[in-house]
């Protein structure tokens, strides 16, 4: 029974996904809920672009050119076909004259071959090609149009093999004949393949398909609308019951048309056979029961019976071709099934509104977004990763051809340790000249000629959105999340974090490009705020402080508001310089490059080189950018760092040094901790630099001029010239006044 229903499923989804229109399936479920996921996977289309394009917009535009050489955006809808119909697939890469090829393969149309740690090692692709007829490769065999090819991929070569007859996986050990197989190099270097799984396990070495599970279900309902369907068809008529002969009730020209109705005879006429249910309809030849497009079956009577007996009895029934129960079944089992599937029955959403509709159809949103996280995320973005890679080998190795450096050869002796060492001394000398080399092609915006492939930039990651909403926005849904939005900015959230509410799709470099205008608002803002604060300052030196009323409140260091005024300018010069960050390769999505030397070490390890240090591998961009490099986006000219503004720094004393930078050009660092980096204070307490202060103590320095006893001026000036008092008034000194009462002692007592 389970294999009777997997051998039926699976003719009706390949019904679907080829669009054959001669399939037996009667249920729509297949096909409504693909549909459903493509409309929210696919939305109005996918763009893909890179997270970091440092140099113009060189990868986007690389992107895009291999977008359209493929047609990639009409191609999604089958790719998502196939996906969630047979559970995985793989994308393979092949390197044209022009730009890259971009393969879909179903999960029976290749085999992978994984290591231990999960890496992929081997894969095996057979699938059919169309030629112009002739016969076989050598002028003999069979006069077709239909070849065959076998590609085993690894890391180090490709080989190829061509059939006539088909190939099956099973016939790996089979002797190729050698005009028919070729073997080459594999200059990428790498398996340039990536596979999707689709529901993937919790090992994630394999997927399944969408309907699998249910197979049964779907069975079931498809055979319950079956029969539906049969008994409309059958019992659609209304059924003549009569005591008179046949012959004498049936029209003798009923087997082959209809009479004429009156829109028939209107001018209204049909191509198509219609159902027999309605009574006058065009021409039509009723024949039993079935689905050659001609369902129904019946014959007609004349409009006027003659000549009825007394005991003649003629009359029409109408039985009730299908039951109430059985039709909400089998409506039941259709909205269970696809809510089984994540999705949402269509029919079911009946006198709902617009914002109804969005949280019913929220359900089918997310499990649509899972399906983009296999095919686009880790499927798609994946093939574009390693296209940049590939593309910034070619750069790397034209780059260094240009510029006369040699990778150094291996060794014939190399076994030997010292010769092995040298050898890896001639790598990083190697490695070094050619970063050099870049870094003087990036900075001076200059390449030579004969170089190609595109730029090391970095993190090479693809990114992913839609290219507009399933359902518009309005524009009071626009409004409101504007509102919203500066809501959350006036809380103190950070514009890039609030705008992420109101432009969902955008990067957090892209928002900050759209924040390099004039904030005039913000500005005001906090111009009105500094303002404030002055004002606050203003009245604090005006007031006593209460506890000790010689003293102003604004010399109480619970009650400094200078922080604040700090805090306001940090918050307007970081309104106003956002920018984006510069990343660094990453190495874990960087594919890995065999190296000579660790076959003769006996490594398994494919690491991309077999030194560590500070150097860069063979391929991979240098990850330590320094200075304010025209690679770098951010305007201190940190590398590295998250999108941050200039940091506000209170000015310097005259006293201090500036390390040869005028003052004008830039704020000095304060001796403060920031105050968001403080403790939250709680009820009944005040902001305080000191933990011991108690709202009931008040605390100045020892070092403050107000707390001195005498004139402050007096004080600041023994403070810039230390001991100039005690000459000019050695009367007053305290020593002097503690050692004349001894003196004049001594005299007395003498």
Request: charged residues 25%.
């Amino acid at each position: 029974m389970e294999s009777n229903s997997k051998a039926v499923l699976d003719d009706m989804i390949k019904s679907v996904i080829n669009r054959d229109g001669k399939g037996t399936a009667d249920t729509m479920l297949i096909s409504s809920h693909l549909s459903q996921m493509k409309m929210f996977g696919i939305r109005q289309g996918v763009e893909f672009y890179p997270q970091q394009d440092n140099f113009g917009t060189q990868r986007f535009d690389f992107i895009q050119q291999v977008i359209k050489f493929n047609q990639l955006d009409a191609r999604l809808d089958a790719i998502w076909d196939r996906f969630l119909a047979y559970g995985k697939g793989l994308f393979y890469i092949r390197p044209t004259k022009k730009s890259y090829r971009i393969y879909w393969f179903n999960k029976d149309s290749y085999r992978t071959y994984y290591s231990p740690e999960g890496e992929l090692e081997e894969v095996v692709i057979i699938y059919a090609y169309k030629v112009k007829s002739s016969k076989g490769f050598a002028g003999v065999g069979l006069n077709t149009d239909k070849r065959y090819m076998r590609l085993k991929i690894t890391a180090t070569e490709i080989e190829e093999y061509h059939a006539e007859q088909e190939i099956k996986f099973d016939q790996e050990s089979t002797n190729f004949a050698t005009f028919d197989k070729k073997t080459v190099e594999n200059t990428m270097e790498f398996i340039p393949c990536v596979e999707v799984f689709n529901n993937p396990d919790a090992f994630g070495t394999d997927g399944s398909g969408e309907f699998e599970f249910i197979a049964n279900q779907i069975t079931a309902h498809d055979e319950m609308v079956k029969n539906i369907r049969a008994n409309l068809s059958f019992f659609g008529n209304p059924t003549l019951l009569s005591s008179r002969p046949k012959q004498d009730i049936v029209e003798s020209d009923s087997e082959t048309a209809q009479r004429p109705s009156i829109s028939s005879q209107s001018g209204f006429a049909s191509n198509v056979d219609l159902f027999s249910s309605t009574y006058k309809q065009d021409p039509i030849t009723r024949q039993q029961p079935g689905y050659s497009g001609r369902p129904g079956s019946g014959m007609r009577v004349p409009r006027v019976i003659a000549n009825l007996e007394p005991s003649d009895r003629v009359g029409f029934i109408t039985p009730n071709a299908v039951s109430s129960d059985q039709a909400r079944f089998s409506e039941q089992l259709r909205s269970e099934i696809r809510l089984a599937l994540g999705g949402i029955d269509d029919l079911s959403i009946t006198n709902v509104t617009a914002t109804e509709i969005k949280s019913a159809y929220g359900r089918v949103s997310a499990t649509a977004k899972k399906k983009c996280l296999q095919i686009y995320q880790y499927g798609v973005c994946k093939v574009f990763e390693l296209i940049i890679f590939q593309e910034e080998q070619i750069f790397r190795k034209s780059l260094a051809f240009s510029s006369g450096i040699k990778y150094p050869e291996l060794p014939e002796n190399a076994e030997d340790p010292k010769v092995l060492e040298k050898y890896e001394k001639q790598k990083i000398k190697y490695e070094q000249k050619l970063q050099q080399a870049i870094d003087t092609a990036v900075q001076t915006r200059e390449i030579p000629d004969g170089v190609l492939g595109l730029a090391p930039d970095g993190d090479r990651t693809v990114l992913w959105r839609w290219m507009g909403p399933v359902y518009e926005d309005t524009t009071q849904d626009k409004v409101n999340s504007s509102i919203f939005t500066r809501n959350l900015q006036e809380l103190g959230v950070d514009s890039i974090e609030a705008l992420k509410y109101l432009f969902p799709s955008k990067t957090d470099d892209e928002v900050a490009a759209m924040l390099s205008g004039y904030p005039f608002r913000m500005v005001g803002e906090v111009q009105r705020a500094y303002s404030a604060f002055i004002d606050l300052i203003n009245q604090e030196m005006r007031t006593p402080h209460p506890q000790q009323p010689n003293l102003p409140m604004a010399a109480d260091p619970r009650l400094d508001l200078t922080p604040f005024l700090y805090r306001t300018l940090e918050s307007l010069q970081k309104e106003v310089t956002y920018a984006g960050r510069y990343r660094s390769s990453d190495p874990i999505s960087t594919p890995s490059i065999p190296d000579p030397t660790d076959q003769l070490r006996g490594s398994s390890d494919s690491s991309p080189s077999s030194f560590r240090g500070d150097f860069p591998t063979m391929g991979s961009p240098n990850n330590q950018p320094s200075g304010t490099s025209s690679t770098s986006a951010s305007p201190d000219g940190g590398s590295g760092l998250p999108i941050s503004p200039y940091s506000v720094q209170p000015p310097a004393t005259t006293g201090d040094s500036t390390s040869g930078e005028p003052i004008q050009g830039r704020i000095q660092q304060g001796g403060r901790t920031p105050e968001f980096t403080s403790s939250i204070p709680v009820p009944g307490s005040t902001v305080s630099s000191e933990p011991s202060s108690r709202p009931s103590q008040l605390r100045i320095p020892t070092n403050n001029p107000i707390q001195q006893r005498g004139s402050a001026d007096l004080y600041a000036f023994e403070q810039q010239q230390p001991g100039i008092l005690q000459q000019l008034f050695p009367n007053f000194s305290g020593d002097n006044q503690r050692t004349a009462p001894s003196q004049r002692g001594k005299r007395g007592k003498s």
